[in-house]
């Protein structure tokens, strides 16, 4: 009896042994699980947060790069406006004179008589050394030629709208109507580059522009 208690009880012994080194190994087990999935689960939220991190700064450098595509594209297009301008602004009085001395010359030999007058000059927005000056013509269709002068004044009216220099119509105003108008009145503004050969402005050209008819409305 004595040795079966005894065989009974190592067994007990050797049993709750192997239980405890199994809960340990169970638990070490565990842990060990546990703490992986830990670091795994860190290690992605640093994943992710390093992607979101990148996007934003991808985004970041995107916008830029935007921001300076639009920057250069609008002085680019300043650019070609101004040089646009350039292109149909008169280099100076004295071209302006001779623009005058021309559409002098067409109106005589359109069969009109023609007159202008300066209005004060203004600068012109956006353009260095520019400057616009307002203009009014009149044309008279002398006596004889009454009863065609309507197509003369249209056609002088388009011919001077239709010049390569930069001019900005503000009125056209024709006095009779059909075969019996004999005055027009334009009212427009050239855009002339200040030069030093004459530097009083518009009034210079009274002196640089050849005599004309002082007919006029």
Same mark, same amino acid.
């Given at each position: 009896?004595?040795?079966?208690?005894?065989?009974?009880?190592?067994?007990?012994?050797?049993?709750?042994?192997?239980g405890?080194?199994?809960?340990?190994?169970?638990l070490?087990?565990?842990?060990?699980?546990?703490?992986?999935?830990s670091?795994?689960?860190?290690?992605?939220?640093?994943?992710?947060?390093?992607?979101?991190t990148?996007?934003?700064?991808?985004?970041?450098e995107?916008?830029?790069?935007?921001?300076?595509?639009?920057?250069?594209?609008?002085?680019?297009?300043?650019r070609?406006?101004?040089?646009?301008?350039?292109g149909?602004?008169?280099?100076?009085?004295t071209a302006?004179? &001779?623009f #005058?001395? @021309?559409? /002098?010359? !067409?109106?005589?030999?359109a069969?009109?008589?023609? +007159?202008?007058r300066? %209005?004060?000059?203004?600068?012109v927005e956006?353009?260095e050394?520019v400057?616009a000056?307002?203009?009014?013509?009149s044309?008279?269709?002398?006596?004889?030629?009454?009863?065609?002068?309507?197509?003369?004044?249209l056609?002088?009216g388009r011919?001077l709208?239709e010049?390569?220099?930069?001019?900005s119509?503000?009125?056209?105003e024709?006095?009779?109507?059909?075969?019996?108008?004999?005055?027009?009145?334009?009212?427009?503004?050239?855009?002339?580059?200040?030069? &030093?050969? #004459?530097? @009083?402005? /518009?009034? !210079?050209?009274?002196?640089?522009?050849?005599?004309? +008819?002082?007919?006029g %409305?």
């Open positions: 009896m004595r040795l079966s208690r005894f065989v009974d009880h190592v067994i007990k012994q050797y049993i709750q042994t192997r405890r080194y199994f809960l340990f190994i169970l070490g087990i565990v842990s060990c699980v546990g703490v992986w999935w670091l795994n689960h860190r290690i992605s939220l640093v994943d992710a947060l390093t992607a979101d990148l996007r934003y700064l991808k985004l970041a995107d916008v830029e790069r935007l921001r300076a595509l639009d920057l250069d594209t609008e002085l680019v297009l300043l070609q406006r101004v040089h646009d301008a350039n149909l602004v008169l280099p100076g009085y302006l004179a &001779d #005058l001395n @021309t559409q /002098s010359a !067409a109106a005589m030999s069969g009109l008589e023609m +007159s202008y300066f %209005l004060p000059e203004y600068d956006g353009l050394s400057r000056a307002p203009l009014v013509f044309l008279v269709v002398p006596g004889k030629d009454k009863h065609n002068g309507f197509g003369k004044l056609a002088f011919h709208h010049q390569p220099w930069r001019q119509l503000t009125s056209m024709v006095v009779g109507q059909g075969g019996g108008a004999q005055k027009m009145r334009i009212e427009t503004a050239l855009w002339v580059r200040v030069d &030093d050969t #004459l530097t @009083t402005g /518009s009034s !210079a050209l009274v002196a640089a522009a050849s005599p004309l +008819s002082e007919a %409305l």
